[in-house]
């Protein structure tokens, strides 16, 4: 009998051994009729590599079974021809032992017209949002077992409970604010220790934290959202993962992380990717180095790391149909494998924009990355969007500075779009007022109501696309010196019991109300306004306090005009003739007032014209 039990318990535990076989595999699925018709799969479990890989299915052919130093891995090449059909791949892995286990890879069919999907441009102001302070719309998932970093609304790196449901439950208050795009930060796995709200230390690529939802309510978000006409942005991050990452306690190889796994930071001089003095030495620091011990550098040389981010991006594109994306930490990343990614996503998808970070002010190094743009060096990128810190700055100190002073105030802005011929498209910039890593715009404006409206006036009328940064509607503040956590608040009205609800107009104060319907009031009327979301765009250099520009097409006119003059200022239209018709007349697209001639701009104001 004791013989028998004995025997039992080895069967049970080789099975268990066997069921294990594969942690993880991934992709765990793919589509039939992409441009690329190959596809890597990572393998991963114990001994696998010894084990011998067959595949059985009409259209699928195992083209090549890659082995790296840790045997714990495979690498499968694989073809998917385009007459294959739809249905479950069974692989099947044989060990020398004679255990056997097998893993399903779901075969899709694609959306139609998937590859030809649309992308957000100039008709569209992206709302960047942080979910875990956005609204909580399921408490049942704010704390989840085997997830240390727990619930903790008064702590201001702790995670408060924002989630999709939230996101969903108020995409109608997005719209009907007027945004038509919605970048939400990283919703990926973060299951690290502590200050796992932010989502940029991802530690599974292919898995939503279940804080945030599930796969399937990320896609359902993108679905509503579309519905809606709001397009989904999704932010990508290729530089770095979680410290907490699966793979890093069972490295595919010694190379998959940079510097042998270990924590050597970055040096952050960006300009080492173009300096044709740069030591070569400085460009391996800032590529290959870690922000934060928290956030092993990925060594994207690697050709199967390479393989999978790509994979990993075209993967949920697909898989959320999204409209676009933006790229964390563009420039840390290596660049000869950044030209391969673009290339790569743009194969699939040729209209899709994407925009990179590049936080520099300097507009060598930002337009460096656009595609299009012929470098000294010949780098070549593919790239079609950059993040336009140079404007940001600009804006800021030209509103904030006194005009009187020699070099100051708004000339700054005037000079910052002169040098525009830097860009290979400048219309395809990403313009912002502020984001989630920086203090908030109201603060940046020392809390100056009247500066705060002429910036967004000029944000959403200058060339490019406009991102707005959630809870600025609300003149959200922030500390001078700089804190994260308290520059993503939470969004009142997104928590039970909050005091005020901004989703149903409830208790709020004066001033937020007046920048609300400031807001909504001219993102709606921006959303009809073809002239300002494609139009040409000619400025006039700031004069006696006054700056403005003209964007028009063969449609319609606009002028928009800015008065930092502490009184009323009366324009004299003989300096704008060029773009003025005999005997002018002007609506005011905001006040729905009416001028002729006798022009005048509020002391510390502007008006928005449609020039008749």
Request: glycine share 6%; with cysteine; aromatic share 12%.
């Amino acid at each position: 009998m004791m013989k028998k039990i004995l025997v039992i318990l080895f069967l049970i535990a080789s099975y268990s051994l066997s069921a294990q076989t594969i942690e993880h595999f991934e992709p765990s699925s793919w589509w039939i009729g992409m441009k690329n018709p190959k596809v890597q799969v990572l393998v991963h479990g114990n001994n696998i590599s010894q084990a011998s890989v067959s595949v059985n299915y009409t259209g699928v052919k195992l083209l090549k079974i890659n082995k790296v130093e840790n045997p714990n891995y495979l690498f499968l090449d694989l073809q998917i021809a385009t007459t294959a059909k739809p249905g479950t791949v069974k692989f099947n892995f044989l060990q020398k032992n004679g255990e056997k286990v097998s893993q399903d890879f779901q075969l899709l069919a694609r959306k139609p017209n998937a590859a030809q999907r649309k992308s957000y441009d100039n008709s569209d102001v992206i709302y960047l949002i942080t979910p875990d302070r956005f609204a909580n719309g399921n408490l049942e998932n704010d704390n989840l077992p085997n997830y240390p970093d727990k619930l903790n609304r008064s702590y201001e790196y702790g995670r408060h409970g924002g989630d999709i449901a939230g996101i969903r439950t108020h995409l109608d208050y997005i719209s009907d604010m007027g945004f038509t795009a919605l970048w939400p930060m990283p919703l990926e796995e973060n299951n690290m220790k502590e200050q796992s709200y932010h989502g940029y230390a991802i530690t599974d690529f292919y898995k939503i934290d279940p804080r945030f939802g599930s796969n399937e309510d990320y896609k359902k978000l993108s679905q509503e959202a579309n519905a809606k006409g709001i397009k989904l942005i999704r932010d990508v991050i290729l530089n770095h993962c979680g410290s907490e990452h699966w793979w890093m306690q069972d490295l595919p190889s010694k190379d998959w992380i940079n510097n042998d796994g270990k924590f050597t930071s970055t040096n952050h001089q960006r300009e080492a990717q173009h300096d044709p003095y740069a030591a070569k030495a400085d460009l391996e620091k800032l590529v290959q180095g870690w922000f934060v011990p928290s956030m092993p550098d990925m060594n994207q040389r690697n050709p199967f790391m390479a393989n999978y981010l790509i994979q990993n991006t075209i993967w949920w594109i697909e898989y959320a149909d999204l409209a676009g994306l933006r790229i964390d930490t563009y420039p840390y990343s290596e660049k000869a494998f950044l030209t391969r990614w673009t290339k790569a996503v743009l194969v699939e998808y040729p209209n899709l924009n994407m925009v990179g970070e590049e936080w520099s002010t300097n507009q060598i190094v930002t337009s460096y990355w656009q595609k299009g743009m012929k470098n000294a060096d010949g780098y070549v990128s593919y790239l079609p969007t950059v993040m336009d810190f140079p404007l940001q700055n600009a804006m800021i100190e030209g509103l904030k500075e006194d005009d009187k002073q020699w070099g100051k105030g708004m000339l700054k802005i005037y000079q910052c779009l002169s040098n525009d011929n830097i860009y290979a498209n400048p219309n395809n910039l990403l313009t912002f007022c502020d984001n989630h890593d920086m203090n908030r715009y109201f603060t940046q404006l020392n809390e100056d109501k009247n500066l705060y409206k002429m910036g967004l006036a000029m944000l959403f009328t200058m060339r490019g696309i406009p991102q707005y940064f959630y809870g600025t509607e609300l003149g959200f503040a922030s500390p001078k010196e700089r804190n994260d956590g308290k520059i993503r608040a939470d969004m009142p009205g997104g928590w039970i019991g909050d005091a005020s609800n901004v989703f149903e107009n409830k208790n709020l104060n004066p001033l937020q109300q007046e920048l609300l319907e400031f807001n909504k009031r001219i993102l709606n009327w921006r959303k009809i306004a073809t002239a300002i979301h494609s139009g040409k765009l000619t400025q006039f250099a700031p004069e006696n306090g006054l700056y403005s520009y003209f964007r028009y097409n063969e449609k319609e006119k606009y002028w928009i005009i800015f008065n930092k003059n502490s009184e009323e200022t009366t324009v004299d239209l003989k300096r704008y003739k060029e773009l003025l018709p005999e005997n002018p007349s002007f609506f005011d697209v905001l006040e729905n007032k009416a001028f002729g001639e006798h022009l005048s701009i509020p002391a510390k104001g502007f008006r928005i014209l449609r020039v008749k």
